[in-house]
């Protein structure tokens, strides 16, 4: 069982920068795979970043490419999504998920634990 708690979300004007940080209990940290999801209202919930277990892999949404970025601590089991750029047309909830799948993975089906989310709002 793995509980994920996101934080650092919050107001801030276009091309501002947030970090978003997410907290995972659970000695099973390192064996999740990582991602951030985010959705807005009337929207569907749609893929934001994805890391693998190691951190050696990183995969990105187009719209999000080059700007954000996504990281992990295992030691400390935080998983963090650095916002830079910010356009208002990110603003979401946005939530981390942990996945055992094998692999690479945007699907939310195929994450098996998820925060509460966190909300970012982006003024123009």
């Known amino acids: 069982q793995v509980q994920l708690v996101e934080s650092g979300g919050g107001l801030v004007q276009a091309g501002g920068s947030l970090r978003l940080s997410c907290a995972a209990s659970?000695?099973?940290?390192?064996?999740?795979?990582m991602g951030w999801f985010r959705q807005a209202p009337g929207k569907e919930r749609e893929f934001v970043a994805f890391i693998s277990r190691s951190g050696a892999m990183t995969i990105y949404a187009d719209s999000v490419k080059g700007r954000f970025t996504i990281s992990r601590d295992n030691a400390k089991n935080t998983v963090n999504l650095q916002m830079n750029s910010l356009k208002p047309e990110d603003t979401a909830v946005y939530y981390c998920a942990a996945s055992h799948v094998v692999g690479a993975t945007h699907r939310p089906d195929d994450y098996n634990y998820w925060g509460q989310g966190t909300q970012v709002t982006v003024s123009s």
């Open positions: 659970g000695r099973t940290f390192s064996s999740n795979s």
